[in-house]
């Protein structure tokens, strides 16, 4: 706001708004008077929602997942496979597969992935945890999941050197066509993948 | 989530910030993922402030305005001229009058629109403190700042209506193109309003 024209509350709660990602600025405003008058449906409950997320989440101390629980929900779950690790870069990815549904297994949030540009080395990352799980013999596989760009595949090579010397199988995922993809959007990249990836119809 | 993949604290936070206008449900977990990474610096802030505004955020009694104090910092703002009064439809038309720091005066916020359809009468809205403002004999101009729409401009009639008895001026906002706009895309109900009005260069 240009100029004050309400309590240093309201103006603190509009900055605090606007740098959540997904809103800006105008938004903020937008989000926050209508929290105000919803304040016993939305307001009261989304402070409280906050404060106990401040008070209860922590990062999961075996695989880097964020939970109120440490050892997470996931760890902890005896239906899960725990030969089969899925390595991923960033909690949204293992939401992100999660919500796929399509494996019963355990995770690894890397935090990152190897940039030496910005600073970012093995040691900033959570992968001595990971080399000390596979270690343990429990793991059969560990799959990396992690993105398809140059830094991705960077750390994803680093990882397979780190593991080569467990009994353990390291697998990616496949490239190929986006179901529900049109290939004349697709790159020839991918294209080029999804080729030579082919498999019996 | 499709399953159950984190603690219900943690659903629950991303299930009411996807009720926050800008954001969906999609949005709403990469939000809530991000404050849970910036605990310090944005979570616990967030929390704190949204708590302060379940606490003190009232509505102005004397204008309907919502902030931290009331009567509001504008009602108490003895730079303001007691004179003028903006009578706008919601907090969020007040703030955009405010942003744009053309007048100096006062406001009253109706809180909505005649609607008869909806059940929305005059009762309804903050008509009568208005009527009773006006009456006190303080206000020379009541600046009808209403929305350009059907209800409006109903409403608009109705207050006009309602003020006529007393020895005041009543206003409302031209219509025009709007700065920096192009004529090529503007309505013939603007182009004609803003030929009718024109003004000597």
Same mark, same amino acid.
């Given at each position: 706001? *240009?100029?004050?024209?309400?309590?240093?509350?309201?103006?603190?709660?509009?900055?605090?708004?606007?740098?959540?990602?997904?809103?800006?600025?105008? *938004?903020?405003?937008?989000?926050?008077?209508?929290?105000?008058?919803?304040?016993?449906?939305?307001?009261?409950?989304?402070?409280?929602?906050?404060?106990?997320?401040?008070?209860?989440?922590?990062?999961?101390?075996?695989?880097?997942?964020?939970?109120?629980?440490?050892?997470?929900?996931?760890?902890?779950?005896?239906?899960?496979?725990?030969?089969?690790?899925?390595?991923?870069?960033?909690?949204?990815?293992?939401?992100?597969?999660?919500?796929?549904?399509?494996?019963?297994?355990?995770?690894?949030?890397?935090?990152?992935?190897?940039?030496?540009?910005?600073?970012?080395?093995?040691?900033?990352?959570?992968?001595?945890?990971?080399?000390?799980?596979?270690?343990?013999?429990?793991?059969?596989?560990?799959?990396?999941?992690?993105?398809?760009? @140059?830094?991705?595949?960077?750390?994803?090579?680093?990882?397979?050197?780190?593991? *080569?010397?467990?009994? @353990?199988?390291?697998?990616?995922?496949?490239?190929?066509?986006?179901?529900?993809?049109?290939?004349?959007?697709?790159?020839?990249?991918?294209?080029?993948?999804?080729?030579?990836?082919?498999?019996?119809?």
């Amino acid at each position: 706001m *240009s100029k004050r024209i309400a309590g240093p509350e309201i103006e603190r709660l509009i900055q605090l708004l606007a740098k959540v990602p997904g809103l800006g600025p105008r *938004s903020a405003r937008r989000a926050a008077l209508h929290l105000i008058k919803k304040k016993e449906q939305l307001l009261a409950p989304l402070a409280d929602a906050l404060a106990q997320a401040v008070d209860k989440v922590r990062v999961c101390s075996t695989c880097g997942n964020v939970d109120t629980t440490d050892p997470c929900m996931i760890c902890t779950d005896p239906r899960r496979d725990p030969a089969t690790l899925i390595v991923v870069e960033d909690v949204s990815d293992l939401w992100a597969l999660e919500r796929a549904s399509a494996m019963n297994a355990r995770y690894h949030v890397l935090g990152g992935t190897l940039s030496p540009l910005d600073g970012i080395g093995p040691e900033q990352l959570n992968v001595r945890a990971l080399v000390d799980r596979v270690a343990s013999g429990e793991v059969k596989e560990v799959i990396l999941a992690v993105n398809a760009t @140059v830094e991705g595949q960077t750390t994803a090579h680093y990882l397979t050197d780190q593991l *080569s010397d467990f009994d @353990v199988k390291v697998t990616r995922l496949a490239h190929g066509v986006p179901v529900g993809g049109e290939l004349d959007y697709l790159d020839e990249g991918t294209l080029a993948a999804a080729l030579k990836s082919r498999t019996a119809f």
